[in-house]
């Protein structure tokens, strides 16, 4: 329920409970005055009343220095060290008093103070509803209780319920935070305020902001539910809703979840996401989404889970990416089972089954290192069973196999890769015009592979080489294709959107048979 229908509400009460239900009509009286006349320059039916003045009506007491009493009416005016005891827990002060005996309404002027058990309220002028134990406040109001200070231009205190209801420039002051909000609901046995508007609760931290939700100012929990917003010096959580407890640090938000890091320049994204602050680690899962952006252009990349890990100084440091990871870059593809980027060295690391795609060239490995400097691609690593692969025709193949292999990008194309151990080449070698020459089959320890445009130049091989040219129609069909060779074009993802295709387990292999048929 909104502040709106709170309100409402208690309108109708007011006037259903005057005008349906009219209460019976008590007699105002006189417990103590010590000077008590009628004066008839107030008025026919006025009895002035002076020192130490005690009435009462019903189980309500009112003190005062001196008051104006009209017992027809049933009203009164009371003037200096006004005091309303409400009850044992509710007393209300001020300098002046004007009360209506038949509606109960207390209209209460300058320096009002309401007090019940530890709370107190203080304002200029104030309305006090006795049939509906509704305290109204039209200009300005400051509410203490325990250590939150609550402020705003209009409010309501609903005594029976313990509820403040505020309206217009809400200021929640707290020694940890403080809180700004336009209509706010604030009970003081549960001390939690509820929000209807946009809210800012800026703490030491970190900064929450939502439109719609709660905040246990005791227990320091905050449960968001419209347009939420969590953000620290270099990190913003987006989300449809948002659960945080700020003393264990433990935040969950569902729906639409966004994590900007601005220190590293990544966006996470995905539909569930909880964060432990205190252990240093987080995670996002559901159409999980990274985005990692410069300058000149943005990596995409999709998992099922991603986990983020954090230093002690709450600065990003790692993070996992697991099961069916995807990314895509204008200049760069990949896929693998599972992912680990270490932010201090800027390293990309890609786990079981990788596959990495460079313009026409397609790398995989056991494992596969990609490092980025300055915001663009430096090198990589390719650990044991490095192959890669390009395509000379529909049907024809460049290949480079070994046991390592390490490669250097030159604004962010591939420009040389040096194998170490075991490299093996088959290499259809043409004319700058496209003429075929002939196919090079090499064997050598080491080698360097020189590249212009994505395109294999030149291949400089080391320890004494084993090399062969064949003509086309002379190439034994047993080795135009190196043991292990893998074509996975398919899986290869094709743009932004493309990296949330599932993959099948079998994916299409390439290999001689299929060669040969």
């Not at 309303?84 to 209460?108: P, Q």
């Not at 700058?432 to 091989?461: C, F, H, P, W």
């Not at 493309?498 to 994916?507: A, G, M, N, V």
């Amino acid at each position: 329920m909104n502040l709106q229908r709170y309100l409402l509400s208690f309108f109708f009460v007011i006037v259903f409970s005057i005008a349906v239900f009219p209460q019976q009509k008590t007699v105002i009286h006189i417990e103590r005055a010590q000077l008590q006349q009628f004066d008839k320059k107030l008025g026919p039916d006025i009895e002035r009343l002076k020192g130490n003045v005690v009435l009462r009506q019903d189980s309500t007491w009112f003190y005062c220095d001196s008051a104006y009493l009209n017992e027809k009416s049933r009203n009164f005016d009371a003037f200096g060290n006004v005091h309303i005891k409400v009850s044992d827990t509710l007393n209300i002060y001020g300098d002046k008093l004007k009360y209506n005996g038949e509606s109960k309404v207390a209209e209460l002027f300058n320096h009002v103070k309401l007090v019940d058990d530890s709370t107190i309220l203080e304002t200029e002028y104030m309305l006090y509803y006795r049939l509906t134990r509704l305290a109204h406040y039209p200009d300005s109001g400051t509410i203490t209780s325990g250590e939150n200070i609550l402020k705003s231009k209009k409010g309501y205190y609903q005594s029976d319920k313990k509820e403040f209801y505020f309206s217009k420039d809400v200021e929640l002051i707290n020694p940890d935070y403080t809180t700004y909000t336009d209509t706010m609901v604030y009970n003081t046995r549960t001390e939690t305020a509820w929000f209807y508007s946009p809210t800012l609760i800026r703490g030491k931290d970190n900064t929450i902001y939502a439109e719609s939700g709660w905040y246990n100012t005791r227990l320091d929990v905050a449960q968001l539910e419209k347009n939420n917003q969590l953000t620290t010096e270099d990190q913003v959580v987006e989300s449809d809703w948002m659960f945080y407890n700020r003393n264990t640090g433990f935040g969950d938000a569902r729906g639409n979840v966004v994590i900007t890091d601005t220190t590293h320049k990544m966006i996470i994204k995905g539909e569930i996401g909880k964060i432990w602050e205190d252990e240093g680690r987080s995670y996002v899962t559901e159409k999980t989404l990274a985005i990692s952006y410069d300058k000149n252009d943005s990596l995409f990349m999709h998992a099922d889970t991603m986990f983020m890990f954090f230093d002690k100084d709450k600065q990003a440091k790692q993070m996992l990416a697991y099961y069916g990871v995807r990314f895509y870059r204008s200049d760069l593809q990949g896929s693998c089972d599972s992912l680990v980027y270490h932010m201090a060295d800027s390293t990309m690391r890609m786990y079981i089954e990788p596959v990495l795609w460079s313009s026409k060239n397609q790398l995989t490995a056991d494992s596969i290192f990609v490092t980025i400097a300055n915001q663009q691609l430096d090198s990589l690593v390719m650990h044991n069973s490095a192959f890669i692969v390009s395509r000379d025709s529909m049907i024809n193949y460049n290949q480079i196999k070994g046991k390592n292999m390490v490669g250097y990008f030159v604004e962010n194309e591939l420009d040389k890769i040096f194998v170490d151990g075991n490299a093996q080449t088959v290499y259809w070698v043409r004319e700058d015009d496209g003429q075929l020459v002939g196919i090079n089959l090499a064997k050598s320890s080491t080698l360097m592979i020189r590249l212009e445009d994505n395109n294999i130049k030149g291949i400089s091989y080391f320890s004494g080489p084993n090399e062969v040219m064949y003509p086309e129609k002379d190439l034994p069909k047993e080795e135009a294709i190196l043991k292990g060779f893998r074509w996975l074009e398919k899986i290869r993802p094709t743009d932004r959107m493309d990296i949330f295709r599932k993959i099948e387990p079998e994916i299409e292999v390439v290999q001689k048979e299929e060669q040969e048929k």
